[in-house]
Nanobody, 122 residues
């Protein structure tokens, strides 16, 4: 079993910054691709940023230059640094983690966190 715990959301004024964390715990053999998604009311969930185990990353165009995804493999934790926040960044942010769980057999896993609310006021 693998658990994901997100933290770092909150209320911030436009132009401000927040740092989200996604910590994975449990029977983890390897934590591979981890993505941050967001879902605003009435909108589809969208991939904001993704990072591979080797550290390669990509971003949706709307956050390029403002958001940075990073990871600490020793801590099985992925971060999303969000700068120059805009009201349109307001959403529930969720992390999704893929990897292999340990045990008698290595099994692939694909889990979602509960989400953390980010609200940007104008």
């Amino acid at each position: 079993q693998v658990q994901l715990a997100e933290s770092g959301g909150g209320l911030v004024q436009a132009g401000g910054s927040l740092r989200l964390s996604c910590a994975a715990s449990g029977s983890i053999f390897s934590l591979n691709d981890v993505g941050w998604y967001r879902q605003a009311p009435g909108k589809q969930r969208e991939l904001v940023a993704l990072i591979t185990r080797s550290g390669r990353s990509n971003y949706v165009d709307s956050v390029k230059g403002r958001f940075t995804i990073s990871r600490d493999n020793a801590k099985n934790t992925v971060y999303l640094q969000m700068n120059s926040l805009k009201p349109e960044d307001t959403a529930v942010y969720l992390c999704n983690a893929k990897g292999l769980s340990s045990g008698t057999y290595l099994r692939p896993f694909d889990y979602w966190g509960q989400g953390t609310q980010v609200t940007v006021s104008s």
